[in-house]
């Protein structure tokens, strides 16, 4: 008798979070003020097998990486650099984004261009999907989600299988 069955594992420890400024944008004449959130993140991984000593993944090193990617964004400015609407150059030692009427100044040190469209917790979900998947390379899940909840009862969760 095959099992059908799958493993999934969840991981969403107190200290996966990020703190950061940002605004989204919705139309060329609508968009949130500047302001901060403090996101917090978990990470779920599946797959219908486990390794030769009984695991999905090494969950020591993926909660590594999830540490890293948040500790990356935190207590930061997040800026977009492909969005249509927002405009981001560098004038010294400042960053300038420009969205319609406004312009933001910020220290370098402060900010972290993304390569992104939006800052929205929906991009926020793929882009730490993007950057975790690649840890999951020698296991045997075959699915990652990767959930970016912005305030409680708002979350975004971004799932894709893994090599394709």
């Known amino acids: 008798m095959s099992d ?3 493993f999934r594992l969840v991981l969403a ?10 605004f989204t944008v919705f139309s060329a004449d609508h968009a949130e003020q500047l302001h901060g959130h403090n996101y917090r993140v978990a990470v779920e ?8 000593v009984g695991l999905l993944a090494d969950v020591a090193a ?5 540490r890293r990617r948040c500790g990356e964004l935190d207590s930061r400015t997040l800026l977009p650099t492909e969005s ?9 030692g400042s960053v300038v984004a420009r969205y319609a009427e406004r312009t933001y100044r910020f220290p370098v040190a402060d900010v972290l261009l993304l390569p992104l469209a939006n800052t929205s917790m929906e991009l926020f979900a793929r882009y730490l999907w993007q950057r ?3 840890a999951l390379a020698a296991t045997t899940a075959d699915t990652l989600a ?3 909840g912005e305030t409680d009862g ?5 799932e894709a299988r893994l090599g394709e």
Not at 84 to 92: F, T
């Open 13 to 22: 420890k107190e200290d996966f979070k990020f703190s950061v400024a940002h």
């Open 154 to 158: 708002q979350r975004c969760v971004y």
């Open 62 to 66: 993926l909660k590594a990486e999830i």
């Open 4 to 6: 059908p069955g799958r």
């Open 132 to 134: 975790l998947a690649p």
């Open 45 to 52: 991984i599946s797959g219908p097998g486990l390794s030769q």
């Open 84 to 92: 249509p609407l927002v405009e981001v150059e560098r004038d010294g």
């Open 146 to 148: 990767v959930s970016v």
